[in-house]
Every structure is written in C-alpha cells, then in structure tokens.
C-alpha cells in the first residue's frame, strides 16, 4: 500500500468533518427534540441548547469548503457557499410567538426576537471584517504569485459582492436583511452544492474522474436536492406538517451523501483538490 501523503491525509479529513458536520447539527437538533418538540424549520433550533452546535457546525463546514474548493467550475461555487454557510450560521430566522417552547417573542409579527437581535450587530460585523480579510489575503497572495489571480478573480468578485450587499442591507435595511437573510442564504447554499454535484456528474475532472456509479449518484444529487428546496418552499406555507423541517433534514442529508461521495472518488487520488 503506497504511503499516505500529508496532504492527502489532511483532505481526507477536511471531507469527512464537512460531511460530519451537518450530523452533528442533526444529532443537536435530536436531543432538543424532549424539551422543544418538532419545531416549523431546523432552524428555529437556534433559539434551543442545541444552538451551539448549530452555529459551530455551520462555521466548521464554511472553513472545510473554504479549504477544498480547489480549482475549476466547482471552485466559485463552494467558496460563494463557504461565504454564505456563516450568515445561517450567525443569522436565526424569524420566529413566531409561541412557535419555540419557552422563548418570550417581544413582536406580533414572525421577527428576532431579543437578546438574538442584540447579538446580530457584533456578529454581522465579525462576519463582514473576517470576509473582507480573506478577499485581502487573496489579493496579496495572487499578486504574489503564491495563488493564480486570473483563476482566483471570480471567487474574489464574488466575495466582495456578498460582503457589499450584506453591509448595504445592513447599514439602509437591517428589517430587511434580519428577515430575509437566513432563508436566502440557505436557498442559496444549498442551490450551489447541487450545482457543484451537477458539475461532477456532468463535467468530471479528467485527470481523476469519478466512476461511472459515482456520477449517477452525484446526477441524483444534482436532481433531487433542487426538487426538495423548491418543494419546501411551494408547500412549507400551506402545509399544516412540519414540512420545511422535513425539507431541511432532507437537503443536509444529501450534503452528506455529496461530500462522502467525494471522499470516496478522492480518497486516494494523489492531486487531493476538488478539481484538479
């Protein structure tokens, strides 16, 4: 058996934490289970013990696809991903009086409610320093010629886009950002990893494709995961069942099924980057 290389070890490891992730935020949601009952979303968990976990998990799988975007189509793809996962993460979605057992919700309408909202400013503002570093970062090291900056230029346009429409919306429309900014950021996330899975199904990477089983999975993936989010979306507001948490576990489930298909296809593979 040929010698495991660091960085082989190292990308095997970042895979298997990103797909381990999401259990944990799930195994947290479990065990909030006795006291909170089935909430409306998973993330109405937030305002539970399993909090945490849930913001922990969400920034541990930022980090990760930060690390294994790689190279090629996939790569702005997951690092639009690894910038939106923390405003789930830091953001909670509005809730209801009465919908979370024992949280007092100071509004009639769906809002955060306090102290949540007390905490978003020094979070939004973590959030919006840490990411203009990284685009900092980047530069420098393209300019470098530590990282190829032609190749870097649409992840780094990307990022700045992010970082200036959240500041925007938080500096002329904080209502509108603390109401729409979870569910969006969610959608979203979750949107580009079915599209990176269609990438892989559709357009592997030459030097180290996936095999044949492998890409009709990641074509389920590619197809299932949109169908699930626009289901959710369609029938989470008329649907008495807890349908968007149904829709919810659905989609991390299939996260994890993406990424240890990717452990598998890259488990051995001497160049460990997503695209090579």
């Known amino acids: 058996m040929p010698a495991v290389t660091t960085p082989q070890r190292t990308y095997r490891y970042l895979r298997l934490t990103l ?23 998973v993330s109405h968990y937030f305002y539970t013990p399993a909090r945490t976990v849930f913001s922990a998990a969400l920034i541990a799988a930022a980090a990760c696809l930060l690390a294994l975007s790689g190279r090629g189509p996939a790569r702005v793809l997951l690092d639009l991903a690894a910038l939106l996962a923390p405003l789930v993460a830091i953001v909670p979605t509005p809730v209801e009086p009465g919908e979370v057992p024992g ?19 020094n979070a939004l503002l973590t959030y919006l320093v840490v ?40 500096a002329l429309a904080p209502a509108v950002l603390f109401a729409s ?7 979203a996330f979750f949107a580009l990893i079915a599209a990176v899975a ?31 989010l626009i289901a959710t979306l ?43």
């Not at 949280?103 to 400013?121: I, K, M, R």
């Not at 900014?181 to 959608?187: D, E, G, K, N, Q």
């Open 131 to 170: 990411a203009a570093l990284v685009v900092v970062i980047g530069v420098i090291l393209g300019l470098r010629g530590d990282v190829a900056l032609r190749a870097a230029a649409p992840t780094l346009a990307t990022a700045i886009a992010v970082i200036v429409a959240v500041s925007s919306l938080w």
């Open 234 to 276: 369609a029938l989470g507001t008329v649907a008495e069942a807890p349908v968007v948490f149904i829709g919810e576990v659905v989609a991390l489930l299939l996260f994890v099924a993406f990424w240890l298909l990717q452990t598998v296809q890259k488990w051995s593979s001497p160049d460990p980057s997503l695209r090579g």
């Open 103 to 121: 949280l007092a919700v100071d509004c009639a309408a769906p809002c955060v409610p306090s102290p949540f909202a007390d905490d978003l400013g």
């Open 19 to 41: 797909a381990g992730a999401p259990v944990a935020l799930l195994l947290a949601v479990v065990f909030a289970m006795p006291d909170a009952g089935v909430l409306p979303t």
């Open 181 to 187: 900014v979870h569910l969006v950021a969610a959608v």
């Open 198 to 228: 269609l990438v892989e199904a559709v357009r592997p990477d030459p030097e180290h494709p996936p095999r044949p089983s492998l890409r009709r999975a990641y074509l389920v993936i590619a197809v299932v995961l949109p169908v699930d």
